[in-house]
């Protein structure tokens, strides 16, 4: 299912947006001309990894400095040791939109 996130124009390059929807929360982030959607939840410790900070394509976990690749939600520094749920995203007339059905 195709969901509807944001506009291109809330996301600023180097920060993650919250999107709160009804079963989910998602992190939106844009990288220079990619646009990456995480579920916004630390699978260390379950915060929110939209208040982390974002350093190229890696967001990190404010809590305990846990890293994640954006492209493919997998952890890349410790202490999280399982991934994060990635959904593909795609843009339309400046609306980002993502495929939210294998969540
Ligand atoms: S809660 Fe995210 S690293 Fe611990």
């Not at 009804?22 to 220079?32: F, L, P, Q, S, T």
């Not at 260390?44 to 939600?73: K, N, Y």
Request: overall charge negative; glycine content about 6%.
């Amino acid at each position: 299912m195709s969901v509807r996130l944001c506009t291109l124009a809330e996301l600023k390059d180097g920060e993650a947006l919250r999107v709160e929807l009804d079963d989910i929360d998602v992190a939106v982030v844009k990288v220079h001309d990619e646009v990456f959607a995480v579920e916004d939840v630390c699978s260390h410790a379950e915060v929110p990894l939209s208040q982390g900070e974002v350093s190229g394509c890696t967001i990190e976990c404010e809590l305990h400095g846990s890293r994640f690749d954006l492209r493919t939600g997998k952890p890349t520094g410790p202490p999280a040791t399982r991934p994060v749920p990635v959904f593909e995203t795609s843009v339309i007339d400046g609306v980002v939109y993502a495929e939210l059905e294998n969540k």
